[in-house]
């Protein structure tokens, strides 16, 4: 069992509308792992990612290679991409993210929470406890 499951939205390979180029986008989603990683070791990481084009083959191998870190290509579905295309970031981010959801629930993880998560926020601890 997970202690979380986190759901993280990305576009990794846009090229409008956007105020970070791929390659910041990319680090920036890296961070946000290895951030979940720090803080919460004992998590599954699942990527969504909307993008309109198809991601970078080097990109998808490095997100593998974090523990426990599955890589959805959502961008690849017509309705998503049309949208993404368009301009429609946060409609075609809901539609991914219905699909994200539709694709965890066919799996058998087991979790005791689930997060949803952008791909360019990170974790921190408060000093707070």
């Known amino acids: 069992m997970f202690d979380g499951i986190f759901i993280i939205n990305s576009a990794l390979n846009v090229t409008q509308l956007s105020v970070f180029n791929n390659e910041q ?20 990481k699942i990527i969504f990612d909307a993008s309109p084009h198809p991601v970078d083959e080097s990109c998808l191998k490095k997100l593998t290679e974090y523990k426990n870190t599955w890589f959805l290509d959502m961008g690849s579905h017509e309705d998503i991409r049309e949208l993404s295309l368009d301009g429609l970031r946060s409609q ?16 058998d993880f087991k979790a005791k929470r689930i997060y949803k998560l952008s791909g360019r926020y990170t974790l921190t601890r408060s000093e707070e406890h």
């Open 25 to 44: 986008r990319f680090k920036q989603t890296c961070e946000t792992i290895e951030s979940i990683e720090k803080y919460c070791p004992n998590s599954l």
């Open 92 to 107: 075609a981010e809901t539609y991914a993210f219905m699909g994200a959801l539709t694709w965890l629930k066919g799996q």
